[in-house]
T-cell receptor, first 113, second 111 residues
Framework: KAGVTQTPRYLIKTRGQQVTLSCSPISGHRSVSWYQQTPGQGLQFLFEYFSETQRNKGNFPGRFSGRQFSNSRSEMNVSTLELGDSALYLC????????????FGPGTRLLVL | QKEVEQNSGPLSVPEGAIASLNCTYSDRGSQSFFWYRQYSGKSPELIMFIYSNGDKEDGRFTAQLNKASQYVSLLIRDSQPSDSATYLCAPRSYNTDKLIFGTGTRLQVFP
């Protein structure tokens, strides 16, 4: 069974731009969670989607948004990028049948200049 | 008080020794607890999870849970240099049902 995939793997943007990251969960998984990881803050929860509905949201500004499609693929968007948005963005998928164990993708490393 | 507390380390142990990684959490309602390992530059990978008080063993790894003390630990027996990584503790919040990650403990196993 293929794992979680994320695209792109690396991205360089400049301040003020916007970016869209994509995540394809493990086949059969309907829940997708997004995290931001930085050296200082560790793993910070952004949001979770289940069956195209946002189920949970972390404490991030409205510049961070996401959505999930009917095939469970998910995208997150960051508008008006700031230098502090430079981070590793991780997507994790889970299945209710596996007691909600989350499996992480390889991440997208975003650098904002 | 942080929701999940872990000693950042580094915890240095010799090859073959037992490494003990500790985690405390503040949400008394948390029912499930996950341990992830993260190598430098890589994404976290699940090692094991535990739901019940007591010990749960999986190969060289043992998770220990004490809900009354709000404490969970991970023991790694016969530590190997390949175990050198950051270990993340993540209780699942009872109220929000989401994982709350600690900042991790960096483990170094030296030959």
């Amino acid at each position: 069974k293929a794992g979680v995939t994320q695209t792109p793997r690396y991205l360089i943007k400049t301040r003020g731009q916007q970016v869209t990251l994509s995540c394809s969960p493990i086949s059969g998984h309907r829940s997708v969670s997004w995290y931001q990881q930085t050296p200082g803050q560790g793993l910070q929860f952004l949001f979770e989607y289940f069956s195209e509905t946002q189920r949970n949201k972390g404490n991030f500004p409205g510049r961070f948004s996401g959505r999930q499609f009917s095939n469970s693929r998910s995208e997150m968007n960051v508008s008006t990028l700031e230098l502090g948005d430079s981070a590793l963005y991780l997507c994790a998928s889970s299945s209710w049948t596996e007691q909600e164990t989350q499996y992480f993708g390889p991440g997208t490393r975003l650098l904002v200049l | 008080q942080k929701e999940v507390e872990q000693n950042s380390g580094p915890l240095s142990v010799p090859e073959g020794a037992i490494a003990s990684l500790n985690c405390t959490y503040s949400d008394r309602g948390s029912q499930s607890f996950f341990w992830y390992r993260q190598y430098s530059g890589k994404s976290p990978e699940l090692i094991m999870f535990i739901y019940s008080n007591g010990d749960k063993e999986d190969g060289r790894f043992t998770a220990q849970l004490n809900k009354a003390s709000q404490y969970v630990s991970l023991l790694i027996r016969d530590s190997q240099p390949s175990d050198s990584a950051t270990y993340l503790c993540a209780p699942r919040s009872y109220n929000t049902d989401k994982l709350i990650f600690g900042t991790g403990t960096r483990l170094q196993v030296f030959p």
